[in-house]
């Protein structure tokens, strides 16, 4: 049972650190947002990678992990 709690409390830690990352963080660069964006699935990816681009427009350069997914190349 500890187990299975620990699993469900990672999960929620990264993926309230993901949608901290892709909606509210002043840096598309960061670190962390970028390591865990860039494990994700396509579509997830694509979703926040289209998120960030709205927030970073002015950023020409794509984080790690939205290359391709970026811009106008979405």
């Known amino acids: ?34 390591a865990i964006n860039s494990h994700l699935p396509k579509q997830a990816r694509a979703y926040g990678c289209a998120e960030l681009f709205k927030r970073h427009s002015s950023v020409t350069a794509a984080p790690d992990g939205c290359d391709g997914l970026w811009g106008d190349k979405i």
Do not use: K, S, T
């Open 1 to 34: 049972m500890g187990l299975i709690r620990l699993i469900i409390i990672l999960i929620i830690i990264v993926g309230g650190y993901w949608a901290y990352y892709v909606f509210m963080a002043n840096d598309p660069y960061d670190n962390i947002g970028v």
